[in-house]
């Protein structure tokens, strides 16, 4: 399961660095502004919840198997 978290982690890296890039290229107060806002959110969280994830060792399904 860890190579799960480790892909959800690496996507949420690169994702989060493109977002990065866009940054001077997005008008404060513009649509593509709040959009650019929320995706920074959601990926953030999706960034540090894999990474505790992967830290733990956590297998949702260790229990099924």
Same mark, same amino acid.
């Given at each position: $399961? %860890?190579?799960? #978290?480790? *892909?959800?982690? %690496?996507?949420? *890296? ?7 890039? @866009?940054?001077?290229?997005? &008008?404060?107060?513009?649509? %593509?502004?709040?959009? @650019?806002? =929320?995706?920074?959110? $959601? ?5 540090? *919840?894999?990474? =505790? ?8 399904? &260790? &229990?099924? #198997?």
């Amino acid at each position: $399961m %860890t190579t799960v #978290w480790r *892909a959800f982690f %690496t996507a949420s *890296a690169v994702l989060l660095g493109f977002l990065v890039l @866009s940054v001077p290229f997005v &008008e404060p107060g513009s649509a %593509t502004f709040v959009i @650019s806002a =929320v995706s920074f959110a $959601m990926l953030a969280v999706i960034f540090v *919840a894999s990474a =505790v994830f992967i830290r733990a060792d956590w297998d949702p399904f &260790e &229990e099924l #198997w």
